[in-house]
């Protein structure tokens, strides 16, 4: 079951906020964040655990809600290394013991100077 | 820094043909994902490995795509026979699960 992100693409100036939205229609287990640049592999950024929790990463933060099934990424003071498309990656409850990590269809963040 | 390894980086192959993708997980690392990428379908998930016994192929077309993870050290996806519409970038992603996964730096097939 493949989550939803949204928006599809951001612009950003340097110094500016964003969120990126991550849902899903089952129970999860596990929220993942990627950070995949043109050309280049996808980057793990973290992984949030069923239990509800938010974690935080230099100037990336996220929250997990887990009643919601919904995770959120966010991007503060954004700098122009953050630009990139921002997957996020879901393993459901159901799932036990398989654990198959399926990705949304992505969010393109541009920050300009 | 460990790394996961995946050869060819690139191949161009004719349709009809068989294309052979390799991949060296990180040692240590129990669980091997199998991606595909395409403009079109995002990161499509088609097989993956937990201590090297198949867990899920639901996403590859049976009748010509396989996977195998032979030993520790390697695990393999074959397309036979390769059509156009296989072209895209094939990863291959290793890790523990609670701590992340490590994607390799990919194999661009094109089939022509």
């Known amino acids: 079951q493949q989550p939803v992100q949204s928006p599809q693409a951001v612009i950003l100036r340097e110094g500016e906020d964003a969120v990126i939205n991550c849902s899903s229609s089952?129970?999860?287990?596990?929220v993942h964040w990627y950070r995949q640049k043109h050309g280049e592999a996808p980057v793990f950024l973290m992984i949030?655990?069923?239990?509800?929790e938010q974690k935080g990463h230099d100037k990336i933060s996220a929250s997990f809600n887990e009643k919601k099934q919904q995770s959120s990424l966010y991007l503060t003071a954004s700098q122009l290394s953050y630009s990139g498309t921002y997957f996020c990656?879901?393993?459901?409850?159901?799932?036990?013991?398989?654990?198959?990590?399926?990705f949304g269809s992505g969010t393109r963040l541009q920050v300009q100077p | 820094d460990a790394r996961v390894t995946q050869t060819p980086r690139h191949k161009v192959t004719e349709m009809g043909q068989e294309v052979t993708m390799r991949c060296q997980p990180i040692?240590?690392?129990?669980?091997v994902f199998w991606y595909r990428q395409t403009m079109m379908q995002g990161l499509e998930l088609l097989a993956y490995?937990?201590?090297?016994?198949?867990?899920?192929d639901s996403g590859m077309p049976k009748d010509r795509f396989s996977a195998e993870m032979p030993d520790a050290t390697l695990a393999t996806l074959k397309i036979q026979p390769s059509e156009p519409r296989d072209s895209a970038v094939y990863f291959c992603?290793?890790?523990?699960?609670?701590?992340?996964?490590?994607f390799g730096s990919g194999t661009r097939l094109t089939v022509v």
């Open positions: 040692l240590g690392h129990n669980t």
């Open positions: 990656g879901t393993e459901l409850s159901m799932d036990t013991g398989r654990r198959a990590l399926t």
């Open positions: 992603a290793s890790g523990l699960g609670i701590w992340g996964y490590t």
């Open positions: 490995f937990r201590n090297r016994a198949p867990l899920d």
């Open positions: 089952k129970a999860l287990y596990s």
């Open positions: 949030l655990l069923k239990g509800g």
